[in-house]
């Protein structure tokens, strides 16, 4: 799972891309103009970017400059036309990571998004089967258990415990837990965070995930 923001201006492949990351278990969250795109880029935190070069307002080549100007480190997955060697050229020198040729395969899409993740720190383990003690977690297939005993977890508290299990022993704070599980447009606020945890710990244990005073939640690795 990784919170994934997509800068298409065809609001068709736009949506088509948007659908098959979400049943891929990704966050979605889509921008189709480069000035709503930089805007988001300054203020939300993304574990991808995919970015059209041919956009409104900005183009895709001064979102991307400007993002890497300003310390961005999050992966970018350039869009080009098929015949636009000049653009995947000054792409990939603007700090893009990759390019993709339209039209494209959603397979291919999501091939080139698991090669990008598995390249950054926070996504280093990318296995489908997740394990922290005697919890099991199948980010395939959404299965979790407990001691091989099966729980049933809504959506996103299972989003929450994979990106707890994905960064263990690592303290994150509720807005920060707000920021990268859930949709930067979502009315949910810390509050929210709060009755998840609260939920997980009912089914999985009150060990499940520690507090650490004044300072948020960790799975510790076991």
Same mark, same amino acid.
């Given at each position: ?8 201006? /065809? ?109 950054? /720190? ?56 707000? /920021? ?43």
């Amino acid at each position: 799972m990784a919170k994934v923001l997509v800068v298409e201006d /065809d609001v068709d492949l736009s949506g088509r891309v948007a659908e098959w990351l979400t049943f891929e278990k990704h966050i979605v969250e889509q921008s189709f103009d480069g000035k709503d795109a930089d805007e988001k880029l300054r203020f939300y935190k993304y574990e991808l970017v995919v970015l059209d070069l041919n956009l409104p307002e900005l183009s895709g080549l001064q979102v991307c400059r400007k993002f890497r100007s300003a310390g961005g480190t999050t992966p970018i997955l350039i869009l080009t036309g098929k015949d636009a060697i000049q653009e995947k050229e000054e792409g990939l020198d603007a700090g893009a990571d990759d390019y993709l040729t339209k039209p494209f395969h959603m397979r291919e899409l999501s091939a080139r998004i698991r090669a990008l993740l598995r390249r950054t /720190d926070t996504n280093k383990d990318l296995q489908s089967i997740l394990r922290s003690g005697d919890l099991s977690v199948d980010s395939v297939s959404h299965t979790v258990e407990l001691a091989g005993v099966p729980v049933q977890l809504l959506p996103k508290e299972f989003a929450l415990l994979e990106f707890f299990i994905r960064h263990p022993n690592e303290v994150f704070s509720p807005e920060t837990l707000l /920021d990268r599980v859930w949709e930067s447009s979502s009315d949910s606020s810390v509050d929210t965070v709060y009755t998840t945890i609260k939920t997980l710990r009912k089914k999985l244990g009150a060990k499940v995930l520690k507090t650490v005073h004044g300072l948020g939640y960790k799975m510790e690795h076991s």
